[in-house]
């Protein structure tokens, strides 16, 4: 094989997951804050596993996930550029009318994360995860289509 068509496949099999992550069709922005809902939904699956315990509650792993959600709700309202709404999007026209309230309930979402990212032990996990989990609800009801 040459190179180039080494490269090639490689390319090939490195977008194929990417593709899959996203809603067929999304492109740009939307695909974008799609990709980074998904892992904010990834992270709350992963601890939420530590509160059924499916999982053992790591203190290091609810620290590096709830900064990883923490950069994500710092980043979203950047996310919904005015009018973004195409393909496969969900959003809803609402976010530009109360933008002010849109970012703030992100912001609920940065100080829940950095409140979870400090829990050292399971058993101030289950509120700390249910501080951010009332963040989604009060965001996808108003500006997420149903
Ligand atoms: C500030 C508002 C806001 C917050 C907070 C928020 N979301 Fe979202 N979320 C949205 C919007 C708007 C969409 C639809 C985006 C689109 O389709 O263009 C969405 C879409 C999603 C999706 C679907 C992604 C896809 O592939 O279509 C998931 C999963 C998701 N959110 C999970 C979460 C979880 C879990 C939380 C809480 C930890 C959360 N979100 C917090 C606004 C928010």
Redesign the pocket.
């Known amino acids: 094989m040459t190179r180039c068509t080494k490269l090639a496949v490689f390319a090939a099999i490195f977008a194929i997951p990417t593709l899959a992550l ?2 067929s069709g999304a492109t740009g922005i ?1 695909k974008k ?2 990709e980074v ?2 892992d ?2 990834a992270v ?1 699956k992963e601890l939420g596993a530590m509160v059924k315990g499916d999982a053992n509650f790591d203190a290091s792993t609810v620290a590096r996930r709830a900064g990883d ?1 923490k950069v994500h ?1 710092a980043g ?1 309202p950047a996310l919904f550029p005015e009018g973004s709404i195409h393909g496969p ?3 809803l026209p609402q ?1 530009w009318a109360d933008f002010e309230e ?1 970012s703030r ?2 912001s609920d ?1 940065e100080s829940a994360a950095a409140t979870l990212s400090g829990v050292t032990e399971a058993a101030a996990l289950p509120a700390a995860l249910g501080a ?2 009332k ?2 609800k009060a ?2 009801s108003d ?2 289509k149903p």
């Open positions: 996203a809603h939307v804050r799609m809902m998904k904010v939904g709350m959600l709700a979203m999007s969900e959003a976010i849109f309930i992100a979402l951010a989990g963040t989604c965001c996808h500006y997420r």
